[in-house]
């Protein structure tokens, strides 16, 4: 069965800087079918790949600083427009995709693939979330926020980075809190707009609380007890830190998602590249192999084997 | 966007793109390359499968296996290295639960096999020769064997020997072996599998290859090294195919399948001329998993500019 979802060309709409190395990305897209948070989209750039004698020998590797194979970004934010959908992405500048992609403009054409893999279950059984959020872990939490705005949930999201300007929000510095992450302010835009709280922290304690974000939100939990039926817990960012947050929520029985990241060649459960453990009754030995791009990105944290088993 | 993903087999005006590999029709040239495309129900969601002229499964064992852990793959300088460790559900499972869907496809299938012992691919292919829409068999021999740690398919004489013994089980599907090009003469390895009785030869596998993290002093991928594939492989993919074509396989009358690096239909042009009789895309289906699509169409159109009947005019015809 061949899905509704297809590789487009995608249009920038614009390419703009929130902070020392990070971007927000938006593509303007004819159509795109329906999508929820916690899904990515696969990116690469346009290659014609139509029958043109004319064109340059090898087209795939004629600009060696362009990526071949897609990178995939989680959607930060979707919106219906009379022309058709906007899709934001939020990425850093690391490497060979993520410099090719501070080179667009507004106008010029990328391909896109998507939506691609799971999503965020949100269900209203839980009053309370908090959103986990470590560095370029950032964007498929705002979109999240946005999601759960329907939801009538007491939301709080924690947001952490390595120092104050690789902070990608808008941030209102009459809200800042002290530092000890005891307390959640409407400090961010971006999720004061959705109606949910933030705590900041920075690795360096150049903002907020000093410390990693799962130690800030350790903190705020010892400040303000929540029983562990109450609360959802969704967590992305570098391993270290997502697995820090999931096995601290294992740890008190708190249900807890985390969004995942491998290395991608196809995106779509072609390669088997993107394998993440994880605990499997059915199996004799009592783990397997999920892909990350179809089985996941999202993994329950009780599931996940953060060594694999040898 | 792309064009429209109808249900009709690919419209290709006057030119006739078929094939014949060792007896076995092709609509045209144009394969997957084993364990780019999953078993095939992965990559039927982006393509109708009916497109290609054949369909090359991911390698089968005779015991599932879970492979390396990641990462597995990292993207390198106009290709990738990948070290998936052979992943896949094993014999049984295989034939349960993926050969229905590949029976149903309606294009001839193509098993690529893997065994840590000659019994391993005995095991696989005396199975899969009783199944029938089981066309070929490809024998993934750059695979050590855990008797010595040596790769089947590194010494010409081991290969012979292989290959032979493999033979024996197998009356009906076509059985191609798959090239490693990690070798010092791949003509030697080319005439070692012929002699053992090789219906046609899949050329080439991956290059050995690694990459480094300068931050961490580690190897990228968690298995250390990996295969490279891609563009960055296709001159030294043609060159293999090239001598492996005019110094064995024309002579004996044994048709390759040219691979590696291939992305759009220059490059398979390239492949015929340099002796290929089909071709199979790997890498590039990472990117459009339509690819094949936009190659046969390629290919066609080319054919049609240069006043050509069928496809079959272009093979082997380097000057
Ligand atoms: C589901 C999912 C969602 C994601 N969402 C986002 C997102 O919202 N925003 C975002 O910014 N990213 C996101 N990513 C990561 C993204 O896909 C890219 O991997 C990332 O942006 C880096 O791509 P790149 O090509 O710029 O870097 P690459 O060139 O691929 O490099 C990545 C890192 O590896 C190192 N590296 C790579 N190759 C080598 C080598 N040969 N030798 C030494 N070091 C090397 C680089 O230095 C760099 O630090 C997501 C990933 C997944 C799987
Ligand atoms: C992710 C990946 C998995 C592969 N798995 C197999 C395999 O299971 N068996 C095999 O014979 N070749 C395997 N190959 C090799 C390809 O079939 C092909 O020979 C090689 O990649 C060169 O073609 P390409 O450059 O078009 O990818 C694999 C290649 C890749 C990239
Ligand atoms: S990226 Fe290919 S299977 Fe997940």
Not at chain 1, 196 to 224: C, E, K, P, W
Not at chain 2, 69 to 82: A, F, K, W, Y
Not at chain 2, 220 to 240: D, F, Q
Request: charged content about 20%; overall charge neutral; hydrophobic content about 40%.
């Amino acid at each position: 069965m061949q899905r509704d979802r297809v590789i487009q060309t995608a249009h920038v709409v614009a390419n703009r800087r929130l902070c020392r190395d990070h971007y927000r990305l938006t593509f303007r897209l004819p159509m795109f079918p329906p999508a929820r948070a916690g899904q990515f989209v696969h990116l690469s750039p346009e290659r014609r790949l139509d029958d043109s004698p004319m064109e340059s020998h090898d087209r795939w590797v004629s600009e060696l600083d362009q990526p071949m194979l897609r990178r995939a970004f989680s959607i930060a934010g979707l919106r219906c427009t009379n022309t058709g959908v906007e899709v934001d992405v939020i990425y850093r500048v690391v490497g060979t995709a993520t410099r090719w992609m501070e080179s667009l403009r507004a106008g010029d054409p990328v391909s896109l693939l998507g939506p691609m893999g799971n999503s965020f279950p949100v269900s209203d059984r839980k009053p309370v979330a908090w959103l986990v959020a470590g560095g370029v872990g950032l964007p498929p939490m705002l979109w999240l926020a946005a999601a759960l705005q329907e939801t009538a949930k007491r939301v709080v999201a924690f947001c952490g980075a390595q120092t104050h300007d690789l902070l990608a929000l808008t941030l209102d510095p009459t809200a800042q809190p002290d530092g000890s992450a005891k307390t959640a302010t409407p400090s961010a835009k971006e999720f004061t707009k959705c109606g949910a709280d933030v705590v900041i922290s920075t690795d360096d304690g150049s903002l907020g609380f000093r410390g990693y974000v799962g130690s800030a939100m350790a903190a705020y939990h010892q400040a303000n007890p929540v029983a562990a039926d109450d609360l959802v817990v969704y967590t992305c960012g570098p391993e270290p830190m997502i697995r820090f947050v999931a096995e601290y929520c294992v740890a008190r029985r708190i249900e807890c998602y985390v969004c995942v990241e491998r290395n991608m060649a196809c995106g779509t459960g072609m390669c088997q590249s993107c394998v993440v453990p994880v605990r499997d009754t059915a199996d004799s030995t009592g783990w397997s192999y999920r892909l990350c791009c179809t089985d996941g990105p999202i993994f329950e944290a009780r599931n996940i084997l953060w060594e694999t088993p040898d | 966007m792309l064009p429209a993903m109808g249900g009709a087999p690919l419209e290709t005006t006057t030119v006739d793109l078929s094939v014949d590999l060792a007896g076995l029709r092709l609509a045209n040239p144009v394969m997957t390359a084993s364990g780019t495309s999953g078993f095939g129900p992965e990559h039927a969601e982006y393509m109708d499968l009916r497109k290609l002229g054949a369909f090359v499964t991911k390698a089968v064992s005779p015991e599932a296996r879970k492979g390396n852990p990641p990462e597995r793959i990292v993207e390198t300088r106009g290709g990738m290295l990948n070290a998936i460790g052979l992943a896949n559900v094993g014999l049984e499972r295989f034939v349960a639960e993926k050969i229905p869907f590949l029976q149903s496809a309606g294009i001839p299938v193509i098993v690529n096999v893997v065994g840590h012992s000659v019994e391993d691919y005995q095991t696989v292919c005396r199975r899969l020769d009783s199944i029938d829409c089981v066309a070929g068999l490809e024998l993934n021999v750059s695979c050590p064997n855990v008797a010595d740690g040596l790769e089947f398919g590194t010494d010409p004489q081991r290969l012979s020997k292989f290959v032979t013994a493999i033979r024996r089980d197998v009356h009906r599907a076509k059985l191609i072996v798959k090239l490693s090009p990690n070798v010092t003469d791949i003509t030697e390895t080319a005439r070692a599998a012929i002699d053992g009785g090789a219906d046609a030869l899949s050329v080439i596998n991956t290059l050995y290859g690694m990459a480094i993290n300068v931050d961490t002093w580690k190897p990228i991928l968690a298995n250390r090294t990996g295969g490279l594939s891609g563009p960055a492989i296709k001159p030294v993919a043609l060159y293999m195919v090239h001598r492996v074509y005019t110094k064995v396989a024309a002579d004996l009358g044994v048709p390759i399948i040219g691979m590696g690096g291939i992305t759009d239909w220059r490059d398979a042009v390239e492949f015929l001329l340099a002796g290929a009789t089909a071709v199979a895309v790997g890498t590039a289906l990472f990117v459009d998993p339509q690819a094949p699509i936009h190659i046969c169409e390629g290919i066609a159109a080319y054919l049609n500019r240069r006043g050509l009947q069928s496809v079959r005019e272009l093979i082997g015809k380097l000057k």
